[in-house]
């Protein structure tokens, strides 16, 4: 069974949709780099120039009919900068559940081969995290996300290191993260319990009416000592950051149907980004061709 098939399981099948995040909306956007990368990467989109991009916010269910509110929901925001293209897909927890892709497997297993909601299934996941200790910390994270008031109000990781390329050749490992501009903002989750499912999509629409929308995109550097290959495990808080740059959400696209069939891989990078070791990233590449391939074909 391959990681594409055990989320078919988990979520049922929803013909057209994405296996995961299922549920989410494309909007105009355009990124204004601050000049502070240029000296440490020669990726075009980082240095001077504005460019246009496309953002994906969603829900993180399979199920497209999941109610977006009452219950802590991870929750995406994946861009693609349009001049070069590259993508840039984040979650709205800091580390990943899993270190390994055949550890994701065997979570995605142990979750699936239980009835949802139920006592067995709870016993897996506990049994999962005994077994891997490193993927505590994104369990609690994920069981603690408050409800957002907005996807405008949302801190969002790309959670793996990737390595930066700069002008005179030398490479650095970095990771992500986007600031919302507005700050975070919350609700009781007892107050979100009736939310419909896509109930923050129509938010951040019609909130575009009213106000702008735009993120901080701060980029964080390693220390030497640094785990690159493990995204369960974050690095100190310590280490040196830069702003990279703004992105502003303008308005949703035009061709929502054009944009939602597209893929946001984290792995197509531009020239002055580079993979690193994580072997979690790598295997990404696959899975979102294959939950592709599958939805493009209907299925
Ligand atoms: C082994 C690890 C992972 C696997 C197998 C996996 C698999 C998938 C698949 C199959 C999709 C649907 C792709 C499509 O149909 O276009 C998807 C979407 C998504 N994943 Fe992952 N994923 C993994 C890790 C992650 C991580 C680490 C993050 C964030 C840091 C992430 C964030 C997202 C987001 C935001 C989307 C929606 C993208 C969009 O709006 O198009 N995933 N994932």
Redesign the pocket.
């Known amino acids: 069974m391959t990681?594409?098939d055990a989320?078919e399981r988990m979520s049922g099948l929803h013909p057209g949709f994405?296996?995961?995040?299922a549920l989410?909306r494309c909007y105009d956007a355009v990124f204004t780099p601050s000049g502070a990368a240029a000296a440490y990467t020669t990726a075009a989109h980082l240095r001077s120039e504005p460019t246009p991009a496309i953002v994906?916010y969603?829900n993180?269910a399979g199920d497209p009919a999941e109610p977006d509110g009452g219950t802590p929901v991870v929750r995406?925001?994946?861009v693609k900068f349009l001049s070069p293209e590259t993508d840039l897909?984040?979650?709205n927890v800091p580390v990943?559940m899993?270190s390994t892709?055949a550890k994701?497997l065997d979570m995605t297993r142990a979750l699936t081969d239980q009835p949802k909601g139920s006592r067995q299934r709870a016993d897996a996941v506990i049994a999962f995290i005994t077994a891997n200790p490193e993927s505590a910390h994104a369990f609690q994270e994920a069981a603690t996300i408050p409800v957002p008031e907005s996807y405008a109000t949302i801190r969002f990781?790309?959670?793996?290191a990737f390595v930066w390329v700069g002008p005179d050749g030398t490479c650095r490992f970095v990771r992500y993260r986007w600031e919302p501009d507005a700050g975070l903002r919350h609700l009781r989750a007892e107050d979100t319990a009736d939310w419909v499912p896509g109930h923050l999509l129509d938010e951040l629409t019609d909130r575009l009416g009213r106000a702008p929308v735009s993120f901080t995109l701060k980029v964080q550097f390693a220390g030497p000592e640094d785990p690159t290959a493990d995204?369960t495990q974050p690095w100190p808080d310590d280490r040196p950051e830069i702003d990279a740059g703004r992105l502003e959400i303008v308005k949703p696209v035009a061709d929502q149907e054009f944009w939602d069939r597209t893929?946001?891989d984290?792995t197509r990078l531009t020239d002055g980004i580079e993979l690193s070791d994580d072997p979690?990233l790598a295997?990404?590449k696959q899975?979102?061709a294959?939950?592709?391939r599958r939805?493009a074909a209907g299925r």
């Open positions: 990681v594409v989320m994405r296996r995961t995040h989410g994906r969603s993180t995406g925001m994946a897909v984040s979650l990943f899993a892709p994701f990781w790309a959670q793996h995204p893929v946001f984290p979690v295997y990404r899975a979102y294959e939950g592709h939805r």
